[in-house]
C-alpha cells in the first residue's frame, strides 16, 4: 500500500480547474521535493511537475504544483479533454529508503 | 533524445526467474542513477529498486527484496533486473526509468510486459 494519498478520481467540464492533492508524511513530502507524473492512457508516464513547482520544458502552464508541510497540490486550469489521464505524485521516503507514488487519481472530462 | 528500451519481459511460471534489460542512448548513463518501476493490470505505480550511477548504491522496494537483485554496466550503457522466485503478484509492465536527485523520475521506457502464471 503506498504511503501518499490522492483521491481516486477529480472530474470538471472543459475549460475548468482541478485540483489533485497528495498527502504524505514527515519522512516523505516533509523531507524532499515533489514530482508529479501524467500517465495517459495505454503509455508510459511523463513528468508534469518537478521540485514541488517545476516545469520541465515543454510542459504548459495549465499544469502547476505547490507544497506545504506534508502534503503537494497539482493544478490544472482550462481542462481539456488530452487531459483525461491518471496522474501520480512521487518523491524519496528517507524512512523507507525508498521512492514512494501516490495512489494514483483519474481525471475525467466531462 | 533520451531513450530507454527495455526488452526480456515474458510468460513465466511461477517460482522461476526471468532477467530484464533496459538499453539507453541520448545522454550520459555513467552519471544517472537509474530506477525499475512496474505497474500491475489496471493498477498504480509500484517503484520496485533504485541504483546509483556507479552501482555503488541499491535500493528495494520491501516486496521484491532477497528475491530481485537490480546492476548496470556502464560500459554498455545497460541496466538489468534479475527477478528470482517469481509470484503471480509480480506480473505488470516493467519500467526503466532515469532518476535525479533523488525526488524525480524524469525519463521513462516504453515499458515491458512480464506475466507471471502456470
Known amino acids: 500500500q503506498s504511503v501518499l494519498t490522492q483521491p481516486p478520481s477529480v472530474s470538471a467540464t472543459p475549460g475548468q480547474k482541478v485540483t489533485i492533492s497528495c498527502s504524505g508524511s514527515?519522512?516523505?513530502?516533509?523531507?524532499?521535493?515533489v514530482s508529479w507524473y501524467q500517465q495517459l492512457p495505454g503509455t508510459a508516464p511523463k513528468v508534469l511537475i518537478y521540485?514541488?513547482?517545476n516545469r520541465p520544458s515543454g510542459i504548459p502552464d495549465r499544469f502547476s504544483g505547490s507544497k506545504s508541510g506534508t502534503s503537494a497540490t497539482l493544478g490544472i486550469t482550462g481542462l481539456q479533454t488530452g487531459d483525461e489521464a491518471d496522474y501520480y505524485c512521487?518523491?524519496?521516503?528517507?524512512?523507507?529508503?525508498?521512492?514512494?507514488f501516490g495512489t494514483g487519481t483519474k481525471v475525467t472530462v466531462l | 533524445q533520451v531513450q530507454l528500451v527495455e526488452s526480456g519481459g515474458g510468460v513465466v511460471q511461477p517460482g522461476r526467474s526471468l532477467r530484464l534489460s533496459c538499453a539507453a542512448s541520448?545522454?550520459?548513463?555513467?552519471?544517472?542513477?537509474m530506477h525499475w518501476v512496474r505497474q500491475a493490470p489496471g493498477k498504480g505505480l509500484e517503484w520496485v529498486t533504485l541504483?546509483?550511477?556507479?552501482?555503488?548504491?541499491?535500493y528495494y522496494a520491501d516486496s521484491v527484496k532477497g528475491r530481485f537483485t537490480i546492476s548496470r554496466d556502464n560500459s554498455k550503457k545497460t541496466l538489468y533486473l534479475q527477478m528470482d522466485s517469481l509470484r503471480a503478484e509480480d506480473t505488470g509492465v516493467y519500467y526503466c526509468?532515469?532518476?535525479?536527485?533523488?525526488?524525480?523520475?524524469?525519463?521513462w521506457g516504453q515499458g515491458t510486459l512480464v506475466t507471471v502464471s502456470s
Open positions: 514527515s519522512s516523505n513530502i516533509g523531507d524532499n521535493y
Open positions: 541504483i546509483s550511477y556507479d552501482g555503488t548504491n541499491k
Open positions: 526509468a532515469r532518476g535525479v536527485g533523488g525526488t524525480l523520475i524524469d525519463y
Open positions: 512521487g518523491t524519496w521516503d528517507r524512512s523507507l529508503s525508498a521512492y514512494v
Open positions: 541520448g545522454f550520459i548513463f555513467s552519471s544517472y542513477a
Open positions: 521540485d514541488n513547482d
